[in-house]
T-cell receptor, first 115, second 113 residues
Framework: AQKVTQAQTEISVVEKEDVTLDCVYETRDTTYYLFWYKQPPSGELVFLIRRNSFDEQNEISGRYSWNFQKSTSSFNFTITASQVVDSAVYFC????????????FGKGTTLSVSS | EPEVTQTPSHQVTQMGQEVILRCVPISNHLYFYWYRQILGQKVEFLVSFYNNEISEKSEIFDDQFSVERPDGSNFTLKIRSTKLEDSAMYFCASCTGFADTQYFGPGTRLTVL
């Protein structure tokens, strides 16, 4: 069975702090895809990143970075120098390697950044 | 930039009524999905649709739910007889196919009274 665990329910930080959101996944597929989505207070789901299971290179996009480690089945997300606009719920998700497969979401981590 | 659109943004209905939620996927996408999110909870998969038929569905997607692509652009989710527990945000998503990212619409908030 496929499963995504986001153990951190809520995180509160002060602006400019760095914060890491944890994601641990379970799958028996050899080919799979991992995602992060952001859900701001307005409610929409905003795509942030997709990684495939064969690419363990870390990725950086501005203040965002992702650390994918197959050895620990983790795909962690770090926000550097957090800002108030980063306040949102962040979901990690897993998709199997076949077309049309459902996304399996974690329960999400609510990040609150105060000024 | 192309995006998935959904209508209405908010639907209020009485228990037992039928509702139809509408989605317009991105035009060159071939796979379509419905997900739901009960308030404060995680996003849950309902159904995926490809080539005019359901390709996968979850346990949530029981006989009261149905999906349809009535024309070349719309993708609908029908709930035949709504229950209080159907109150949730319903998201439509689409993608081109294998190994592609699913892009989500803004959601329809369904409130069943």
């Amino acid at each position: 069975a496929q499963k995504v665990t986001q153990a951190q329910t809520e995180i509160s930080v002060v602006e400019k702090e760095d914060v890491t959101l944890d994601c641990v996944y379970e799958t028996r597929d050899t080919t799979y895809y991992l995602f992060w989505y952001k859900q701001p207070p307005s409610g929409e789901l905003v795509f942030l990143i997709r990684r495939n299971s064969f690419d363990e290179q870390n990725e950086i996009s501005g203040r965002y970075s992702w650390n994918f480690q197959k050895s620990t089945s983790s795909f962690n997300f770090t926000i550097t120098a957090s800002q108030v606009v980063d306040s949102a719920v962040y979901f990690c998700a897993l998709e199997g390697g076949q077309a049309g497969t459902a996304l399996i979401f974690g329960k999400g981590t609510t990040l609150s950044v105060s000024s | 930039e192309p995006e998935v659109t959904q209508t209405p943004s908010h639907q209020v209905t009485q228990m037992g009524q039928e509702v139809i939620l509408r989605c317009v996927p991105i035009s060159n996408h071939l796979y379509f999905y419905w997900y739901r999110q009960i308030l404060g909870q995680k996003v849950e998969f309902l159904v995926s649709f490809y080539n005019n038929e359901i390709s996968e569905k979850s346990e949530i997607f029981d006989d009261q739910f149905s999906v349809e692509r009535p024309d070349g652009s719309n993708f609908t989710l029908k709930i035949r007889s709504t229950k209080l527990e159907d109150s949730a945000m319903y998201f439509c998503a689409s993608c081109t196919g294998f190994a592609d990212t699913q892009y989500f619409g803004p959601g329809t908030r369904l409130t069943v009274l």
